[in-house]
Protein backbone atom coordinates (compact mmCIF):
# COMPACT_ATOMS: atom_id res chain seq x y z
CA UNK A 1 0.00 0.00 0.00
CA UNK A 2 1.12 3.57 -0.89
CA UNK A 3 2.58 5.47 1.54
CA UNK A 4 1.15 8.86 1.97
CA UNK A 5 2.74 12.15 4.02
CA UNK A 6 0.05 12.72 6.87
CA UNK A 7 0.97 16.44 6.45
CA UNK A 8 0.48 16.48 2.77
CA UNK A 9 -2.89 14.79 3.50
CA UNK A 10 -4.12 17.61 6.09
CA UNK A 11 -3.68 20.13 3.80
CA UNK A 12 -5.28 19.00 0.86
CA UNK A 13 -7.94 18.20 2.95
CA UNK A 14 -8.10 21.61 4.75
CA UNK A 15 -8.03 23.04 1.05
CA UNK A 16 -10.96 20.97 0.44
CA UNK A 17 -13.00 21.23 3.47
CA UNK A 18 -12.38 25.25 2.51
CA UNK A 19 -13.78 25.12 -0.94
CA UNK A 20 -16.78 22.70 0.35
CA UNK A 21 -17.93 25.39 3.33
CA UNK A 22 -17.73 27.92 0.49
CA UNK A 23 -19.83 26.46 -1.83
CA UNK A 24 -22.70 25.16 1.14
CA UNK A 25 -22.50 29.32 2.29
CA UNK A 26 -23.58 30.16 -1.19
CA UNK A 27 -26.31 27.58 -1.26
CA UNK A 28 -28.91 29.77 0.72
CA UNK A 29 -32.46 28.86 -1.28
CA UNK A 30 -34.38 26.92 0.26
CA UNK A 31 -37.13 24.96 -1.84
CA UNK A 32 -39.13 22.02 -2.87
CA UNK A 33 -36.93 19.70 -5.16
CA UNK A 34 -38.08 17.70 -8.67
CA UNK A 35 -35.66 14.44 -8.26
CA UNK A 36 -35.46 11.85 -11.35
CA UNK A 37 -33.86 8.85 -10.68
CA UNK A 38 -33.99 7.01 -14.22
CA UNK A 39 -31.51 5.13 -16.26
CA UNK A 40 -31.75 0.87 -16.80
CA UNK A 41 -29.29 0.02 -13.63
CA UNK A 42 -31.10 -1.25 -10.45
CA UNK A 43 -31.87 1.10 -7.45
CA UNK A 44 -34.43 3.80 -8.73
CA UNK A 45 -37.06 2.59 -6.37
CA UNK A 46 -34.51 1.44 -3.87
CA UNK A 47 -33.19 4.94 -3.62
CA UNK A 48 -36.70 6.94 -3.64
CA UNK A 49 -38.12 4.70 -0.57
CA UNK A 50 -34.47 5.73 1.26
CA UNK A 51 -35.28 9.07 0.50
CA UNK A 52 -38.68 8.67 1.89
CA UNK A 53 -37.53 6.82 4.96
CA UNK A 54 -35.31 10.11 5.88
CA UNK A 55 -38.23 12.42 5.57
CA UNK A 56 -40.15 10.55 7.83
CA UNK A 57 -37.37 10.68 9.97
CA UNK A 58 -38.03 14.06 10.00
CA UNK A 59 -41.38 13.94 10.78
CA UNK A 60 -42.32 14.78 7.13
CA UNK A 61 -45.89 13.53 5.79
CA UNK A 62 -45.34 11.36 2.54
CA UNK A 63 -47.12 10.13 -0.55
CA UNK A 64 -45.97 7.35 -2.78
CA UNK A 65 -47.76 6.34 -6.04
CA UNK A 66 -46.81 3.01 -8.16
CA UNK A 67 -47.78 3.23 -11.20
CA UNK A 68 -47.28 -0.31 -13.32
CA UNK A 69 -46.04 -2.58 -9.61
CA UNK A 70 -49.24 -3.87 -8.57
CA UNK A 71 -49.26 -7.87 -9.41
CA UNK A 72 -46.72 -8.98 -6.50
CA UNK A 73 -46.64 -7.47 -2.94
CA UNK A 74 -43.18 -6.04 -1.97
CA UNK A 75 -41.21 -5.14 0.74
CA UNK A 76 -41.57 -1.41 0.60
CA UNK A 77 -45.32 -1.74 0.61
CA UNK A 78 -45.07 -3.93 3.55
CA UNK A 79 -42.75 -2.08 5.30
CA UNK A 80 -44.14 1.35 4.42
CA UNK A 81 -47.89 1.26 4.06
CA UNK A 82 -49.09 1.37 7.84
CA UNK A 83 -46.64 3.64 9.14
CA UNK A 84 -47.54 7.32 10.69
CA UNK A 85 -47.37 9.95 8.53
CA UNK A 86 -47.52 8.09 5.16
CA UNK A 87 -50.35 7.81 2.51
CA UNK A 88 -49.57 4.40 0.41
CA UNK A 89 -51.10 3.66 -3.55
CA UNK A 90 -50.79 0.72 -5.12
CA UNK A 91 -52.33 1.76 -8.87
CA UNK A 92 -50.33 -0.74 -11.76
CA UNK A 93 -51.92 -3.37 -13.15
CA UNK A 94 -48.10 -5.44 -13.19
CA UNK A 95 -45.15 -4.75 -16.42
CA UNK A 96 -46.78 -3.98 -19.51
CA UNK A 97 -46.03 -7.47 -20.84
CA UNK A 98 -47.75 -9.00 -18.52
CA UNK A 99 -51.07 -7.11 -18.56
CA UNK A 100 -50.78 -6.95 -22.45
CA UNK A 101 -54.32 -5.09 -22.59
CA UNK A 102 -53.28 -1.05 -23.36
CA UNK A 103 -56.31 0.35 -22.43
CA UNK A 104 -56.32 -1.49 -18.95
CA UNK A 105 -52.60 0.32 -18.69
CA UNK A 106 -54.18 3.24 -20.11
CA UNK A 107 -57.10 3.16 -17.38
CA UNK A 108 -54.74 2.09 -14.46
CA UNK A 109 -52.33 5.01 -15.02
CA UNK A 110 -55.30 7.82 -15.35
CA UNK A 111 -56.93 6.41 -11.87
CA UNK A 112 -52.99 6.80 -10.29
CA UNK A 113 -52.47 10.26 -12.18
CA UNK A 114 -55.04 11.71 -10.47
CA UNK A 115 -54.32 10.49 -7.29
CA UNK A 116 -50.86 11.70 -8.02
CA UNK A 117 -52.12 14.80 -8.79
CA UNK A 118 -54.10 15.39 -5.38
CA UNK A 119 -50.99 15.16 -3.34
CA UNK A 120 -48.72 17.35 -5.81
CA UNK A 121 -51.51 19.96 -5.28
CA UNK A 122 -51.54 19.55 -1.65
CA UNK A 123 -49.22 21.57 0.82
CA UNK A 124 -49.75 19.24 3.68
CA UNK A 125 -47.65 16.65 2.04
CA UNK A 126 -43.38 17.42 2.17
CA UNK A 127 -42.35 14.54 -0.13
CA UNK A 128 -44.40 12.82 -2.92
CA UNK A 129 -42.81 9.44 -4.35
CA UNK A 130 -44.13 8.89 -8.04
CA UNK A 131 -42.51 5.38 -8.67
CA UNK A 132 -42.00 4.07 -12.08
CA UNK A 133 -43.91 7.09 -13.60
CA UNK A 134 -41.33 7.32 -16.28
CA UNK A 135 -42.64 3.89 -17.65
CA UNK A 136 -45.82 5.48 -17.80
CA UNK A 137 -44.81 8.43 -19.50
CA UNK A 138 -42.72 6.50 -21.77
CA UNK A 139 -45.74 3.99 -23.12
CA UNK A 140 -47.94 7.30 -23.75
CA UNK A 141 -50.33 6.46 -20.51
CA UNK A 142 -50.37 9.54 -19.38
CA UNK A 143 -50.26 13.21 -21.37
CA UNK A 144 -46.60 14.40 -20.46
CA UNK A 145 -47.28 18.28 -20.40
CA UNK A 146 -49.71 17.72 -18.15
CA UNK A 147 -47.68 15.65 -15.55
CA UNK A 148 -45.31 18.23 -16.26
CA UNK A 149 -47.68 21.11 -15.21
CA UNK A 150 -48.81 19.30 -12.48
CA UNK A 151 -45.00 18.88 -11.20
CA UNK A 152 -44.15 22.49 -11.85
CA UNK A 153 -47.16 23.75 -9.81
CA UNK A 154 -46.53 21.87 -6.46
CA UNK A 155 -46.02 23.67 -3.28
CA UNK A 156 -43.24 25.84 -3.06
CA UNK A 157 -41.74 23.39 -0.52
CA UNK A 158 -43.25 19.91 -1.36
CA UNK A 159 -40.65 17.64 -2.93
CA UNK A 160 -41.36 15.41 -5.67
CA UNK A 161 -39.16 12.16 -6.50
CA UNK A 162 -40.24 10.18 -9.94
CA UNK A 163 -38.68 7.30 -10.69
CA UNK A 164 -37.72 3.98 -13.68
CA UNK A 165 -36.35 3.81 -16.78
CA UNK A 166 -36.36 6.58 -19.86
CA UNK A 167 -36.96 9.69 -18.52
CA UNK A 168 -38.61 11.75 -21.15
CA UNK A 169 -35.85 15.22 -21.57
CA UNK A 170 -38.51 17.48 -20.57
CA UNK A 171 -38.97 15.99 -17.43
CA UNK A 172 -35.04 15.37 -16.90
CA UNK A 173 -34.70 19.33 -17.88
CA UNK A 174 -37.33 20.50 -15.44
CA UNK A 175 -35.55 18.83 -12.75
CA UNK A 176 -33.28 19.66 -10.01
CA UNK A 177 -31.52 16.74 -9.38
CA UNK A 178 -31.44 13.66 -12.23
CA UNK A 179 -29.26 10.34 -11.42
CA UNK A 180 -28.82 8.22 -14.10
CA UNK A 181 -28.61 4.37 -12.99
CA UNK A 182 -26.23 2.10 -15.03
CA UNK A 183 -25.65 -1.44 -15.08
CA UNK A 184 -22.18 -3.18 -14.20
CA UNK A 185 -23.53 -6.66 -13.69
CA UNK A 186 -26.89 -8.06 -12.57
CA UNK A 187 -27.96 -11.31 -10.92
CA UNK A 188 -30.80 -12.06 -13.55
CA UNK A 189 -28.98 -11.42 -16.91
CA UNK A 190 -25.57 -12.82 -15.95
CA UNK A 191 -26.53 -15.54 -13.73
CA UNK A 192 -30.28 -16.27 -14.25
CA UNK A 193 -30.87 -15.46 -10.43
CA UNK A 194 -34.71 -14.78 -10.03
CA UNK A 195 -35.50 -11.18 -7.81
CA UNK A 196 -34.88 -12.08 -4.46
CA UNK A 197 -37.08 -10.80 -1.23
CA UNK A 198 -35.50 -7.92 0.14
CA UNK A 199 -33.17 -7.24 -2.71
CA UNK A 200 -35.68 -7.10 -5.44
CA UNK A 201 -39.18 -7.48 -3.56
Known sequence: ?????PQRHAERMAHKQKIMNERIARADKEQGVLLVLTGPGKGKSSSGFGMLARALGHGMKVGVVQFIKGKFQTGEEAFFRDLPNVEYHV????YTWDTQDRDKDLK???TA????RRMLADASYDLVLLDELNIALRHEYLDLDRVLDDLQARPAMQHAIVTGRHAPEALIELADT???MKVVKHAFK????KAQRGVEL
Open 113 to 116: WSEA
Open 190 to 193: EQGI
Open 1 to 5: MKTID
Open 91 to 94: MGEG
Open 108 to 110: AAE
Open 178 to 180: VTE
